[in-house]
Structure formats: C-alpha cells, structure tokens
C-alpha cells in the first residue's frame, strides 16, 4: 500500500475490535501481495515478465482487469493501467531532472491499453509493456477490508494513507470528524468534514514533483502524451459511495486539469480542489 | 481489444453512473450505500429567543441572543455574543404594603404613581431596552496553556457597561488537570431617571429634584481560580473560588423603604406639601466583597448525562447562599433528549436588609427593602428537549421560577401583620434555541 | 471577618484535596471519547447558562461561581 494503513473501531471491547483489525490488515496483505508490482511470485509479475505470451489469470484479477478496461473508455483513454512503465524516465524527486521527448517517445511506445490484448481470462501484453494496478489497488483494498469489517461491527472507519471509508457513524447521531490535509501544512486539516458513512478518496502531487525553470510539473502523467498534466489542482478530494468510485474520480478529475472542477462539477458529486 | 470507431467525445461527459455501475460489478455488491459527507462551516452560530414572565402583573423580559463562534487557526477561536432585551412590567419598589392607598412619584419627578390598599407596590414606570455584545479571543500559548481575553459592553436606558477580561488555562498530569485564573475588570455607569437619590433622602412631591443627584458610577473587580479533574473516562469535576470587589454607587436608584409607625405600623405623613407618606431612596455601602465556591460533576451514564452543581456564597453584606443546581440530560433516539432541570438556592438577609423603617428611631446608616436583599428560597423546576437537524439542533425549554422570602419578623406590627410584606415570585421562562455550524 | 478567613481556609484546603486527587485519577488520551462529547463540557449550552446567570442575577443576590458575570446590567 506504500502508506500507513489504520482503522477506528468506536464503541468496541477489546476482543471486537482485534477481530476488526484481524480482517481489515488481513486483506489489506492479501491484496497487496497479490498485486504489488515490486513482488517476483504473484499474478502482476507472471504478467509483467511474460514477454508477449498470453496469461491466465484468476478470476478477481480478472474483475479488477475487466473494472481497468472500462475505466479506459469512460476516462477517454486517460487511466491506462500500462502506463507505470513511464516511471523509466520520469522521477519524481523534487529535481529538475526532466526527461527529453526523445526518451519519453521512446518509452510511450510501451504505454497503451489498445496495445493489449484481453480476452477474459486471458491477457497478452505486447514485449516490454507491463500493468500496475497502484491507481486502484489502494481503493479496492479498503472497499474489500470493509466489507469483512462491517459483517463485525458497523462502526468502523478505515484510513489507507488517506483514502477513507467509515462503513456507519461512530454513535447514533454523531459523525466521524475527518480533515483533508492542507498543502502548506500537511499537520493542519485545511478542510473539516463530517463523515457518517461513505468513502472519502484523495489523489494529488504534494509531495511528488519536478521543478525546472520555476515551473512545477506533478506527478500525474497523461498516458496519451506521456507528459505531465497540467494547470489542474493540486489535490482532489471526491466523496462517494465506495473507495474505488471516489478514488477514481478524483484521479480522472487529476487527469483532466485545468478541467477538474468542471469535470466533477458534470458528475454531481461532493468534492474539494485545493490549488 | 478491438476500437468501435469513437464519435468525438464532449469533454466532460458524465461518468457517474457507468463508473458506478462498473464499481458494483467489481466489488460484487448488489446495493452500494449511500454517502454522508459534509463539510464543516467555518461558523458556528447559537441563536435563542427567551421569554421571562412574572406572575402579579411584574417584569416580563423578551430577550434575543446570539454567540457566534469561528476558528481562525488551528486551536484559536474568535467567540462574539450578542444580546437584546426588552423589558416591560412592574418591579416591587421596596415599599411596603398597607391598609391605604398611597401615592408614590416616580422616579423621573414628572409622575406619580398608586397602589392600592393591601396590594403590593409595584413601581410600572420603567420600561427598558438593553442591548449588550461581547467579545473573545482564545488561543494557545503553548501547547499546554491556553489564553483567553475578551471586552464586553452593554447599554440601557439608565446604564451603561464597559469591561475586560483574561484568563489563563494550564493542563498537567497528561491533560487531566487543568488549572485556571481570570481576571475581569468593569466599570460601570449609572445614569438613573431623574437622577441618583441621595441615599436615605426623603421621596419628594411632583417636581422636587432635591432629594436627587447626578449619575454614579461603580467599578467592579472579579478573580476566579478553578482546577478542572478528569476523574474517569466518564467523570469530571470542576472546582472553582471566585472573590468580587465592587466600588462606588451600589444602591437601586429606584428602591425606597417605607417609614411606619412602631404601633400601628401605619405610614407616617411624608415632607410638608409633598402630598406623600414618608418614604427613603434606599442606601447600600460604597463597597462590597463577595467570595463563592463552586464545585461542579458531570457524570455519563451510558449517553445520558448527570450535571450537578453546588456553589456557596458569601459576601461582607452579611449574605450568606447556597445553590444546588442538578441537570440530567436522558438521550432518546437519533440525537434526540430530554433533559429535566431542579434547581435550589437559598440565602440569607443583608445585615441592612429591612422590611421597613420605624418612625422616631434613628435611620440607620444603609437601609434597603429590596426584596432581591431579604431572605429567601428559590427553586426552579425545568424541562428541556432538543432535537438535532441535518445541519444543527434545534431545544426549547420551559422552567418555572419561585422565590418565597420571609420578611423581617421586626416588621410585623399593627397593620403590618397580617399584610403579605414578602410577596413570593413566580415566574415562568421559556427559551427556544437554535445551534447550527460546525458543531 | 474569621467567618470569611475560615471559609479562605476551608477552600484552600479543596483545592489541596483537589491536586491530591490529581495525583491518582486522569485517562489516556485514546480513553477521551466520552469527555469529547458536546454534552460533557463543562458548559454544554453556553446561551442556556448565559441566560440563566443573568435570571438569576437580576433576581437574587449571588452570582458567577462558574465563570465571571460577562457584563453588569442594571436590572430591576
């Protein structure tokens, strides 16, 4: 998950909410060894090392791949889960290190959903290409560890690295009081919510960035240019149904820029732009 | 994966609902919940209306506050209140009742005023408007130390109030104690209709200024230093010593005492030509020194809470109080509760507290006949609901207020004595308010 | 005037009791969840307690004890 992952249990013995956190860490592992791309023995590795042969793959994998493809065409061809290789030539370490278009040309030939080749349950990617299911990952975890939390107690609030779910409020009545956090002061909330139940998801460059000539570039890549977004907020914050919904529209909010507050605006949902 | 040939897409094409379809189909749920988010606004607002109602024709207050309170960073919080009254209806003036009617002039010198045989005297000349607003600052000193100032102001026909105030908060023992000391300072304005009387001066005819003078003022200085203990995870005790010095012009412009007759308890002719008995402007000491202790416990018992109170007075007028004052609030559902309220004071007679004066015995040196100074007991029964909406909650309450107070014994002569010189009070409150904001 | 030194000594003796007390009770801060609630601060209802304090301020003789009087009033 590469970030703290913690979950509140309110109104709970001892006994209740180890059990909780028995569930809600035991799948956040699961998931995590079974699609992190810096492991060498699960299905992400077998894919990504495959060289042009076709993979079976299992038949969650198969979901998330099918949840991958249709995220391509609703986003216009913005999320692509074979665009991670672009982190070849893009390092995001507050330098000025940018890449030349050369390079990034050279690697975009590798990035591309219509270069692959899915035929449920079978997945053949071109020699070279590889699939990361970072942008999803985080958020389907947290949906899937709640639900085994909420089958033990209903007032729970998840929090991986800042993606939240609270599956009920922590007293009848009573809220869960969460903040977003500010960009100057990552310690002070900039914006208070009150959250009953429901997720609350966040993307954003604060920490991840180049600066060259004054300019900064994020973190969020555009699969189609292989370049930087921008002219977009800084961080979205997307309050929705599940993780994965809010997760993926502040990230296709990210994706669209300058765009971005348009963009959810259109779609109706609750949501904060910090700039 | 084959390409169908793409029309040109509108930009921002609605993905809601195909995002949340495909969401269902990933995470196999066949119903997704809905989502409770809000924000929080940067105010918070607390609104009431009040009505205070006396029985006996006496005061009514219809009164309209408010407390705005905003955070302007971290820990730090602006706090405004404001206040509006109007106050109608008729006070007791001090004087006291007897088996004839007797005429009074009010307090402006232009009027003059009756009360019947028997009935209590009522002085209705007042009617009054005041409007007061205040405000704070809070904010951490340091992490463990808290600092609070703030200014008040407030204005009435006939008064006029400026103070200041600071207070200091300190936590120890892993923020289970905390130890406080405050500090205020106001200072006064008394501009009474007509004037301030002379203390102990005669009550003069229609127009006769003599027996008044210009405004006064008083100055008062408040301490407080209190320790707060969490006790458990459900209990917490507060207790507080307060000392109060007040200087200067401390009288009620506008209470008399009535001078009687040692026998007959019948009132005795006034100043030749005034057309009155004989009645004094009260007259308190220039100075006063209170010192009170309160203890405080707050109890949960399962989201019903147990709010109980005791504070003891006592001040260098020979007032000695006590009050206990019991809350408990019983949570119903959703939010909702249900909180009755009892509420017991009791305290003692000034030592200059005095039904009514004697006619050829010396005029002591302070004398008052307001009832607000005799002895008595007090208690209040009230019940309060609140009910929490979308955005805040909305409470009313109704109490009921009775003061019964026992006269001099001294005073109980002649006529006197079968007179009802100590009429009780009753009131009825009703507040309605709203909170909405943050909280 | 003893009456009044005795009460000084009776008070000074509370709060001696009170830091005692200090010593031995108190929670964690994870234990705060009660404490935290709005009807357990020790003013709960700020308009209710202002608008009590100057009823009975207006009607009796005492005032104060939890706080300070906001601000004086000529009430009759």
Known sequence: MASPCEVHVADASRDLAGRVLEAVAGEARRIERKWSRYRTDNVVHEINTAGGRTVTVDEETARLIDYAANLFELSDGRFDITSGVLREVWKFDGSDRVPTRAAVAAVLAKVGWRRARWRRPELTLEPGMQIDFGGIGKEYAVDRAAALASAISNRCLLNFGGDLLATGPPADGRPWRVGIEGLAHPTRAAKEIDLKQGALATSGDARRFLLKDGKRLGHILDPRSGWPVEGGPRSVTVAAPTCTEAGMLATFALLHGPDAEAFLAAQGVRHWCLH | ?439 | MTGIRRRLAVCAALAAAGAALGGCAGVEPWQRDVLARPDMQLVADPLEAAADEHIYFSKEASSGGQGFGGGGCGCN
């Not at chain 2, 007897?98 to 000349?125: E, I, K, R």
């Not at chain 2, 102001?153 to 000391?181: M, P, Q």
């Not at chain 2, 008062?220 to 230093?225: A, M, P, R, S």
Request: charged letters at 20%; proline letters at 5%.
């Open chain 2, 1 to 439: 994966m084959q390409l169908k040939k793409r029309k040109p897409m509108r930009k921002l094409r609605n993905v809601g609902t195909p995002l949340a379809a495909a969401t269902c189909a990933l995470l196999g749920q066949a119903a997704p919940r809905t989502v409770d988010a809000q924000e929080l606004a940067p105010w918070d607002f607390d609104t009431s209306f009040l009505i205070y109602s006396e029985a006996d024709g006496r005061v009514q207050d219809l009164s309209l506050n408010g407390i705005a309170r905003k955070e302007l960073r971290e820990d730090s919080f602006l706090n405004l209140t404001f206040a509006l009254d109007s106050l109608t209806g008729a006070s007791p003036s001090g004087a006291a009742p007897s088996n004839v009617v007797q005429t009074f002039t009010s307090p402006s010198g232009n009027a003059s005023y009756t009360a019947g045989a028997v009935n209590p005297v009522l002085d209705s000349t007042f009617h009054d408007q005041r409007i007061a607003a205040s405000g704070s600052w809070q904010w951490p000193v340091t992490r463990l130390t808290l600092m609070d100032v703030g200014a008040s102001i407030s204005n009435e026909y006939d008064y006029t109030h400026l103070g200041v105030d600071a207070k200091v908060a300190r936590d120890f023992n892993n923020r289970n104690t905390t130890l406080s000391f405050g500090v205020a300072l106001a200072s006064d304005t008394v501009d009474p209709v007509g004037g301030a009387p002379v203390p102990l001066a005669p009550m003069l005819g229609l127009g006769n200024m003599a027996s008044k003078r210009g405004d006064d003022s008083k100055d008062v200085t408040d301490f407080l230093i209190g320790v707060t203990q969490v006790v458990n995870r459900k209990t917490i005790v507060q207790l507080n010593y307060s000392l109060s010095n007040s200087d200067g012009y401390l009288n009620d412009p506008y209470k008399i005492l009535s001078v009687v007759d040692a026998v007959t308890g019948s009132p005795v002719p006034g100043p030749a030509g005034s057309g009155l008995y004989r009645y004094l402007y009260e007259g308190r000491p220039d100075s006063r020194e209170k010192q009170s202790l309160f203890g405080l416990v707050k109890h949960d018992f399962d989201g019903n809470v147990l709010e109980a109170s005791l504070r003891y007075m006592t001040d260098d007028w020979g007032v000695d109080s006590q009050t206990l004052d019991v809350h408990y609030r019983w949570g119903l559902k959703d939010g909702r509760y249900l909180q009755p309220h009892v509420r017991y004071y009791s305290q003692t007679a000034a030592d200059f507290y005095h039904t009514v004066l004697f006619d050829g015995r010396p005029v002591p040196q302070f004398a008052s006949a307001d009832y607000r100074l005799g002895e008595f007991d007090a208690i209040t029964l009230g019940l309060k609901y609140g009910m929490p909406t979308k955005k805040g909650e909305w409470s009313a309450r109704l109490e009921w207020y009775q003061q019964t107070g026992n006269a001099d014994p001294a005073a109980r002569v002649g006529v006197l004595t079968n007179l009802d010189l100590y009429p009780d009070l009753n009131a009825l409150i009703a507040q309605v308010s709203y909170k909405f904001g943050r909280r």
